[in-house]
């Protein structure tokens, strides 16, 4: 049950993991934290959400808090409440908190929470000690389905339609696959306020997932999506809860970090923040016009870090990617929607823009199987190797070790990192030729396959 109370959130299967006396349990000990009056919650499209959703009030008012039911809505829209105010009791009040249940882009049996606490991420140490605290737990909660209904969805695209009315006109061709998750119930109502030409795929919430699974980092969910496109479209496709979103032309995908050069290319001296995977190539452009900062992977750490340094922006190359710029800092892939057909509409070429970049050669994401005890000794196991590599081994620049191990060789570099929610180390490589990429591949992970 412990690994249920993960880095940056709280994931499992309906039932068996999240069980009904947990779950509870999950609302009452979190509650007992909110300093606050009000804690926002909403669910994404899966099955087992609404029970979930009962479930976690009962756990809330138990403990003397009041909960704002959002009902079904994207993760982004659940950050957004944590922005705004509703009126409650002829009073303006604002959430202490926000759970979102959604289970992302996982298979449908699973289920789960995001948490803000004061605007802010909970997370990490938060989410571990919280974890023990329910599973030490003996309180009983009786069921208290009670809660105050409020506008989220529709202040959202409100806001949306309001913060982008310059986009009516936009002729360009839109197409959009929601992937039976949530993205859907604002996508649409958003683009037909300010008159898009757009086709929707599976844009009915359906927590089977009938059509394809809504994990758009996996291409052969791309599939119908770029059978609709042609040479004059824009595509889009989303996660489960459409905090992540795929951008496509007919002759790209395009990842977060390539969407994060040309989105600073068009604010004025960005600060950028990247995640350890994103391409040397990011970095060296954004530096050019403004200031690029490495930093940890995973959606909460790059939250904190915006905070932290004031950055316009932050990418994950998986598609997580975050506005601070004119925005509220978290991400939001229907927000980051109408910003690219923003640029769009304002004459950008996206394929041009990348045809502009220097040619690199880079690898997805390889996952290697390991243990949860094993993985992040791994990690120091082959720093202290990589004080002494191998003769073979080519020349280290630099070690960068802010997540995992980013090794910076002449012309590219290899990365190792442990992943904060499964048992696995995550690599990527990065050189000028594929070649050199296949060479650092092949040197860095005959090192890792010995400490294995």
């Not at 061709?173 to 898009?196: H, S, T, W």
């Not at 009915?204 to 059509?211: A, E, I, K, L, V």
């Not at 990690?379 to 980013?406: C, M, Q, W």
């Not at 995550?426 to 090192?447: C, D, G, H, N, W």
Request: aromatic content about 10%; proline content about 4%.
């Amino acid at each position: 049950m412990h690994s249920i109370f993960r880095e940056y959130d709280i994931r499992g299967i309906f039932e068996e993991e999240l069980t009904e006396s947990i779950v509870k349990k999950i609302g009452y000990h979190f509650a007992k934290r909110v300093e606050g009056e009000y804690i926002a919650v909403g669910y994404d499209a899966r099955l087992s959400s609404p029970t979930l959703f009962s479930w976690l009030v009962s756990g809330i008012n138990a403990a003397g808090k009041r909960v704002l039911g959002m009902g079904m809505v994207p993760t982004g829209v659940n950050y957004f409440t944590n922005f705004v105010s509703f009126e409650i009791d002829g009073k303006e009040v604002m959430p202490s908190a926000s759970i979102q249940i959604t289970g992302s882009h996982n298979p449908p049996e699973y289920n789960g929470f995001k948490i803000t606490l004061d605007k802010k991420p909970f997370f990490g140490k938060d989410i571990e000690a919280l974890g023990r605290e329910v599973l030490a737990s003996d309180v009983e909660i009786e069921d208290n389905e009670e809660y105050i209904a409020i506008p989220a969805k529709e202040r959202y695209i409100k806001y949306m339609s309001e913060n982008f009315a310059h986009l009516r006109g936009f002729a360009k061709r839109i197409v959009a696959d929601c992937g039976n998750g949530v993205a859907g119930v604002v996508l649409e109502p958003i683009f037909q306020k300010l008159g898009l030409r757009y086709e929707g795929l599976y844009c009915d919430p359906d927590g089977n997932f009938p059509n394809h699974h809504p994990d758009p980092s996996e291409e052969e969910n791309l599939r119908d999506l770029k059978a609709k496109l042609t040479e004059d479209d824009i595509g889009f496709a989303y996660d489960g809860d459409a905090d992540r979103i795929a951008v496509l032309t007919k002759n790209h995908n395009f990842k977060g970090d390539e969407l994060a050069i040309i989105f600073a290319r068009h604010m004025q001296n960005p600060t950028v923040i990247g995640e350890v995977k994103c391409s040397q190539v990011m970095y060296d452009e954004i530096d050019k016009i403004g200031r690029a900062i490495m930093y940890k992977t995973g959606h909460s750490n790059l939250k904190v870090k915006i905070a932290e340094t004031g950055a316009d922006f932050a990418a994950e190359v998986s598609g997580h990617l975050f506005f601070n710029d004119r925005y509220f800092g978290f991400d939001d892939a229907i927000y980051a929607t109408l910003r690219v057909l923003e640029l769009l509409k304002e004459g950008v070429d996206l394929d041009r823009e990348l045809a502009r970049l220097p040619k690199v050669y880079n690898t997805s994401e390889i996952k290697v199987q390991t243990t949860e005890d094993r993985k992040f000794a791994i990690i120091e196991e082959l720093k202290n190797r990589l004080s002494h590599p191998p003769t073979d081994f080519p020349a280290i620049r630099d070690i960068i070790d802010v997540d995992g191990v980013r090794i910076v060789f002449d012309e590219g570099w290899a990365l190792v990192r442990a992943s904060n929610t499964t048992p696995v180390l995550v690599t990527r490589f990065e050189a000028k030729s594929p070649e050199l990429a296949k060479l650092y591949q092949e040197k860095v992970m005959a090192i890792v396959e010995l400490l294995l």
